[in-house]
């Protein structure tokens, strides 16, 4: 199957409530320009250097998401351009945003990373944590960021019930901010669910899947 073959397909698969990122980390250019052949302009990229230079050379209405994990120093380098970052994890790193937002005269999208996985590896906050950040004063004072979502990843593992679970925690979490908003947090987007559990992710409610693998067949 050709990558368009695969994008038409699993896009045709989606119901309006659910978006897809093509995961392009570690594809060449001329892959990417595929994509985007096919008509798809949403790309997913999980490091910072990778996605500026690819942000560099190809067409300026591609939306361009963060996924993996976001040093403080590195938030600068995608300031200007990014429309989502999936990894935010701590009260520090949301404030560098909104420093560099501020700079760069936007408003950056963030989601919180919510740990979900019972693996040592993965990152982001606890339940406790994420509450704690999204209730805290200091994140009153940030008025260039939004939080409009939680993204967490599940255990790697073929037991399609224990993946269910942590996604419908991830998912009852979320329900509990359905009244709460204010003017930088109010929540829209759940992005949970990759090539290999994304039909598992969008049973409990996810909005945005990342889906890299089965689009362009297995990384080297
Ligand atoms: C690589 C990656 C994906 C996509 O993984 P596939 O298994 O190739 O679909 C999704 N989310 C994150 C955070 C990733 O780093």
């Given at each position: 199957?050709s990558i368009a073959n695969n994008i038409?397909?699993?896009?045709?698969?989606?119901?309006?409530?659910?978006?897809?990122?093509a995961?392009t980390?570690?594809h060449p250019i001329n892959k990417l320009q595929e994509v985007y052949d096919a008509g798809h302009?949403?790309f997913?990229?999980?490091?910072?250097?990778?996605?500026?230079?690819?942000?560099?050379?190809l067409?300026?209405?591609?939306?361009?998401?963060?996924?993996?994990?976001?040093?403080?120093?590195?938030?600068?380098?995608?300031?200007?351009?990014?429309?989502?970052?999936?990894?935010?994890?701590?009260?520090?790193?949301?404030?560098?945003?909104?420093?560099?937002?501020?700079?760069?005269?936007?408003?950056?999208?963030?989601?919180?990373?919510?740990?979900?996985?019972?693996?040592?590896?993965?990152?982001?906050?606890?339940?406790?944590?994420?509450?704690?950040?999204?209730?805290?004063?200091?994140?009153?004072?940030?008025?260039?960021?939004?939080?409009?979502?939680?993204?967490?990843?599940?255990?790697?593992?073929?037991?399609?019930?224990?993946?269910?679970?942590?996604?419908?925690?991830?998912?009852?979490?979320?329900?509990?901010?359905?009244?709460?908003?204010?003017?930088?947090?109010?929540?829209?987007?759940?992005?949970?669910?990759?090539?290999?559990?994304?039909?598992?992710?969008?049973?409990?409610?996810?909005?945005?899947?990342?889906?890299?693998?089965?689009i362009f067949?297995?990384?080297?």
């Amino acid at each position: 199957m050709s990558i368009a073959n695969n994008i038409h397909k699993i896009k045709s698969s989606l119901t309006p409530q659910v978006t897809l990122i093509a995961v392009t980390k570690t594809h060449p250019i001329n892959k990417l320009q595929e994509v985007y052949d096919a008509g798809h302009k949403i790309f997913g990229e999980n490091k910072v250097q990778e996605l500026v230079d690819k942000y560099a050379v190809l067409p300026k209405d591609i939306e361009w998401h963060l996924i993996g994990h976001l040093q403080s120093n590195k938030v600068k380098y995608i300031a200007p351009f990014v429309s989502l970052i999936h990894s935010v994890d701590s009260l520090k790193l949301l404030q560098e945003i909104d420093k560099q937002a501020e700079k760069n005269n936007r408003i950056i999208n963030c989601l919180l990373q919510i740990y979900i996985a019972k693996e040592e590896t993965k990152f982001g906050l606890s339940f406790e944590e994420a509450e704690q950040l999204i209730h805290c004063k200091e994140l009153e004072v940030l008025k260039n960021i939004k939080i409009n979502g939680f993204m967490g990843m599940a255990t790697n593992t073929k037991n399609n019930e224990q993946i269910s679970n942590e996604f419908k925690s991830l998912k009852a979490f979320y329900d509990q901010f359905s009244n709460f908003s204010t003017f930088n947090f109010q929540l829209s987007n759940l992005s949970m669910g990759m090539s290999s559990d994304y039909q598992l992710a969008i049973e409990q409610g996810s909005t945005l899947i990342r889906v890299g693998s089965s689009i362009f067949g297995q990384r080297s």
